[in-house]
C-alpha cells in the first residue's frame, strides 16, 4: 500500500512559478513509476507528466513541455512538478498518482493517488 500527499498548491499570477511535491508513504517507492494528473473545473482529469521508477525516463503533456518537469527523489520518497510560466488554463487541481512500474498517461492504470492540491492561475 502507499499512501500519496500532495503540497505546494495555491494562487499564483500569470508567467509565476509553483513547485508541487507529492510525499509518499512506505518503503517500494523507488519501484513505482510516479506522475501527475490534473483536472480543471468543469473537465475530466487528464495526464501532466510521469517518471520512471530510476527518474531516467520522463514523459509531459504536450500543453507543458518546456514549462513543466517532472523529478524525484527517492531517498525522500518524494516526486516533485517545477511548473514555470503559468497559465490561467493550467488552473486545476493537481493529483499525484503512483503504479508498480508502468510508465503510462492513462488514468486507470494508476493505483494509488492522492487527494489533490489546488493550484490557481490569475490573469
Known sequence: QVQLVESG?????AGGSLRLSCAASGRTFSSHTMAWF??????????????SPSGGITYHQDSVKGRFTISRDNAKNTVYLQM???????????????????MSRREY????WGQGTQVTVSS
Open 84 to 102: 514555470n510560466s503559468l497559465k490561467p488554463e493550467d488552473t486545476a487541481v493537481y493529483y499525484c498518482a503512483a503504479n508498480r512500474g508502468i
Open 109 to 112: 492504470e494508476y493505483d494509488y
Open 38 to 51: 490534473r483536472q480543471a473545473p468543469g473537465k475530466e482529469r487528464e495526464f501532466v507528466a510521469a517518471i
Open 9 to 13: 498548491g495555491g494562487l499564483v499570477q
